[in-house]
């Protein structure tokens, strides 16, 4: 029986994003206005979800896995300060290439990126064994929705709708049909058909006439 896996979804659209920003980055045209703008917009959504994510396990998963297994957290919670200065070093690596787009800047903005690569992929890959044994060994599945739950409660519309761009093409139909599907029931209808309209300049042509058959 597959459990609830409070990582799935949010992981799957952080490696998206991230892999979307070193590609922008790695073939970036220096004097193309509109391309410096498309990795504007893709480093600040990232900087924001990143953030959220990182807080949002701190709030709600820490404490009562702590709680239930002490000690159990402290490597989690140190990489998580650490990703955090990972993470802000490689924004202004990358504000730095935004504000003066040179080949110096652009190497320097490409090196910060892929290194905070392979140190958030390594932590994710973490959370997602070691600390999701730990989670499933001792909380059930209806605990971990509440969780989810309440994550989802603090977001802002804007904030919600971020996730969304990088989470739903980064899944695959089956995990689509239940992200939108669980959305569609609990949001009004027209504000399902909005955020669908929305969606579409961020999926390919494929998703995007699946996901408006849903």
Not at 100 to 106: A, G, I, K, V, Y
Not at 115 to 139: D, G, K, Q, T
Not at 174 to 191: D, R, T
Request: with cysteine; aromatic share 10%.
């Amino acid at each position: 029986m597959q459990r609830v896996n409070i990582y799935g979804f949010p992981h799957k659209g952080i490696r998206y994003g991230l892999g979307k920003l070193s590609f922008k980055i790695g073939s970036l045209i220096l004097d193309d206005a509109e391309e410096l703008n498309a990795c504007k917009e893709i480093a600040n959504d990232l900087s924001e979800l990143l953030s959220l994510h990182l807080h949002a396990e701190e709030d709600y998963v820490t404490p009562p896995l702590e709680a239930k297994v002490p000690g159990s957290t402290d490597h989690n919670h140190e990489d998580h300060i650490k990703m955090e200065q990972m993470e802000h070093e490689m924004k202004e690596a990358v504000d730095t290439l935004l504000a003066t787009p040179n080949q110096m800047n652009l190497n320097l903005a490409y090196d910060s990126v892929n290194l905070f690569i392979r140190e958030y992929y390594r932590h994710m890959s973490e959370e997602e064994n070691e600390i999701n044994e730990m989670i499933w060994a001792h909380f059930s599945d209806a605990e971990i929705l509440g969780w989810q739950g309440q994550i989802l409660s603090k977001l802002t519309p804007d904030q919600f709708f971020k996730w969304f761009k990088y989470i739903i093409p980064a899944l695959s139909p089956l995990e689509q049909s239940i992200m939108l599907g669980g959305f569609k029931q609990n949001a009004p209808k027209e504000v399902f058909a909005a955020t669908i309209k929305r969606l579409k300049p961020y999926v390919s042509a494929k998703q995007c006439e699946y996901i408006g058959s849903l």
